[in-house]
């Protein structure tokens, strides 16, 4: 079997210390805007991380750089964990995040890519960053470029047509420079998942759709950046990595309940989140 690149101790820690600053980041962002969604952007802060400091083949100085690798974040509503690993990265000043969600900020509660550098497409409308990801790779093999593409979903927003629509022809087509991470958290809006519409067997499903399929620990640094790594050398199809992940991860209280998908932590939830954060 090919072996796949798979990080030391020493940047694992790294990489613990990124994810417990982009948390942290996360938590106060939505505490001071008094709106944002923390319980999907705790749930794919370790994935932003590696693809952000190992992954991905991109420039901070150079966001248009025609060769960049393309990150598509279709559940839109994790963009306080988008724009905190953006910012740490260097595509923009942290000052900025100071003014997540205010009236007049380029820092709203969805992603708008023409407001913020680094951000590849405007979501917030589930179900349509599939597409949007499957466009992206599919230019690429037309212009005869190299860059590769990856699109992050929600568990919950897999439930809508067109993500099946997009996973039919990216097969057809055997679009293999796309790879797709569901954040399989369990927990949509309103309750799990598995009770408001099942979407499992995943696994079974996709690879019926003619994808490859994989399934992680989503808070595993070396299970992530190893199958990150894996699918870009697939040929002849997309790829699909299920990332098991914990909804409003690293916070207990926050942990595995549809109330923190969108609710504001008052100040001694702060500050208790924080600390188990940090601890």
Known sequence: MENFYKPDKNEIKKFEDIAQEI????????KEAGVGHIGGSLSITDILVALYFKVLNIDPGNPEWPDRD?????????AAAIYSILAERGFFDKEELKSFGLINSNLQVHPDKNKVSGIEASTGALGQGLSIGLGMALAARLNKKTYYTFVILGDGEIQEGQIWEAAMFASHHKIDNLTAILDYNNVQ????????????????????????????DGHDFTQITESLYRAKKVKGKPT????????????????????????VPTREEYIKAI???RK
């Open 275 to 277: 600390a188990e954060v």
């Open 240 to 263: 699909l990595i299920i990332a098991n992940t914990i909804k409003g991860k690293g916070v207990s209280f926050m942990q595995n309940t549809c109330k923190w998908h969108g609710s």
């Open 189 to 216: 809006l309103m309750g799990k998942v598995s009770e408001i519409m099942e979407v499992a067997p995943v696994a079974e499903k996709w690879s019926a759709f003619g994808w490859e399929v994989s399934e992680i």
């Open 70 to 78: 393309r990150l598509v974040i279709s559940k839109g509503h994790s």
């Open 23 to 30: 948390r942290c980041s996360v938590l106060t962002m939505v």
